[in-house]
């Protein structure tokens, strides 16, 4: 049984950081193809926002880029997401995803990833 479990959410300050921990139970994350983490903002769709793959190469939303790093530990099972210099347009609820053999092509669509945590609230104050 795969679980994945967000945590790191919070409320903070425009300027501040948080750093969002994903941890995943009956599979190691070094076998996944791809873990991303998606944002969704209310009344709007699920959006992509940074993934590493198996091989630890990542990506980035344009709007995060320089400011949101993924990592991953492997003896901790762990993704990260470090946020820093955050905005009041990065509030959402965000979501960690995993999945066994997603293409490239697909890393950056909500629906090619089969495991979903629950999420955690983001929520940054002007």
């Known amino acids: 049984q795969v679980q994945l479990v ?6 903070v300050q425009a ?14 994350f ?8 998606f ?3 209310p009344g709007k769709e699920r959006q992509f926002v940074a993934a590493i793959s198996r091989s630890g190469n ?3 939303l344009g709007s995060v880029k320089g400011r949101f790093t993924i990592s991953r530990d492997n003896a901790k099972n762990t993704v990260y997401l470090q946020m820093n210099s955050l ?8 979501y960690c995803a995993a999945d066994l053999s997603i293409s490239l092509s697909r890393a950056t669509t909500w629906d090619g ?4 945590g629950q999420g955690t609230q983001v929520t940054v104050s002007s």
Do not use: F, H, I, N
């Open 30 to 37: 070094s076998t996944y193809a791809m873990v991303g983490w």
């Open 87 to 94: 905005k009041p347009e990065d509030t959402a609820v965000y």
């Open 113 to 116: 990833y089969a495991y979903w």
């Open 58 to 60: 990542t990506g980035y």
């Open 6 to 11: 967000e945590s790191g959410g919070g409320l």
């Open 39 to 41: 944002r969704q903002a």
């Open 15 to 28: 300027g501040g950081s948080l750093r969002l921990s994903c941890a995943a139970s009956g599979r190691t």
